[in-house]
């Protein structure tokens, strides 16, 4: 009977010292290097991303806001929020790819409006520094940006020429 506890009470031990281990934010400098190598899991993939990877992607990366940085937020220095953030406007620069697009519209799920207030409060904090590392995240991106925007005028262009010869 001794001999059934100890193995059970050692299996238990293996399953709770295993589950610690797969834990990707046990402690905050092992959330901000998961994160990171997350980050650029996500830039290496490119524009080479299915719609399930990009749907598997957004699980993880709301799993890894909702869990992680809420329970690390209060231990961050301002410095460590601004580079989660500047971090996730590259994780969805990477995740669009070339379908990336800005939208003006108000957030419309839970979600969104925490990422979006999370976004405020560090720049409220964090003053014109922050922003200019986030313009700068985007002017990098800027010229895929306009070659999208292009591409889709010419598309448009071309729809309503043949609009007009059909006619």
Known sequence: MKSTNLFFSFILSA????????D?????????????TFIKEMEKKGEDISEKEKSDYEARFKN??????????????????????KSSVKYYVAKEGNEISITLSASETE???????EVKEVLEQSGTAFFNS???IMNDNLPKLIDNVAKEFEKFADDLEKAFEEK
């Open 111 to 117: 979600f969104e409006k925490y990422v979006e207030s």
């Open 134 to 136: 986030l313009e700068k």
């Open 24 to 36: 990707f934010c046990f402690t905050k400098d092992q959330f901000i290097d998961s994160y990171d």
């Open 15 to 22: 399953l709770f010292f295993t589950s610690c281990q797969q």
């Open 64 to 85: 890894i806001v909702e869990t992680c940085y809420k329970k690390y937020k209060p231990e961050l220095s301002l410095k460590e929020k601004q580079n989660f953030w």
